[in-house]
């Protein structure tokens, strides 16, 4: 059976000798004897245990995460999911390093077409990314939940209609439906604002007053408070500095 000095250990996984003492003193690397001079000797057990020791730490596990992988009756099981956490992490982070490589080329294409590049262009240009991010948020949260409304009014319709069961669908449609719709178009009106056209002021608006109003899919017609024009102003991400309309 193969015996391994510290120095040998370290060289044969790639670490330094001061790693392996490192995990020495941490408890989750132990030699297997002490010679007669004391110097610690390790077997082909602990070789493996500092070779997966390694893959952990590659894989961006902590020492308090090897050690208790290390200490459980089962390790692979813990392994696992240990593995499936990293794996979520790390895919949020790869989704995140995305989400800001896509805004930096965007900001990078408008400062080109914007010529001059001056810090009030920067900041503007910046804040219309920003504030579109945050829109295009809002609109997603609207959408999963009318998917989600829309899923139980037609299920209860559906029910009605083919087995002529009708109480779920007036039940469902008074008190979940209506109350939901009233809850949601007022989340929406308070995360939106609106730009005026004319005098190019940006204006609120309530939720009463948004939900009967024409509209496309980027604009809503609005009385300006400011200016009194009634025109298409466009939909933005709410500004806290905004008028209230």
Known sequence: MSEYTTGELAKLCGVTVRTVQYYDTRGILSPASLSEG??????????EKLKMICWLRDLGLSINDIGRVLSDEEPEKVITLLLEEQEKNLRS???????????TVKLRSALGKAGDVSPKTFGDIALKMRTNKELRQV??????ACILLGIIEYTTLLLWIFKGIWLPFVIGYILLVIPAAVILSKYYFRNVSYICPECRNTFNISSAKGFFSS???????????????????????????????
């Open 38 to 47: 004391g110097r610690r000797v390790y077997s082909e057990e602990e070789l």
């Open 93 to 103: 982070e790869i989704e995140e390093a995305k989400d800001k490589l896509d805004q």
């Open 139 to 144: 609109r997603k949260n609207m959408i999963l």
């Open 215 to 245: 509209h496309t899919p980027r604009t809503r017609k609005l009385t300006c408070p400011c200016c009194g024009k009634k025109s298409w102003c466009i939909e933005t991400s709410r500004k806290e500095e905004t008028n209230n309309g």
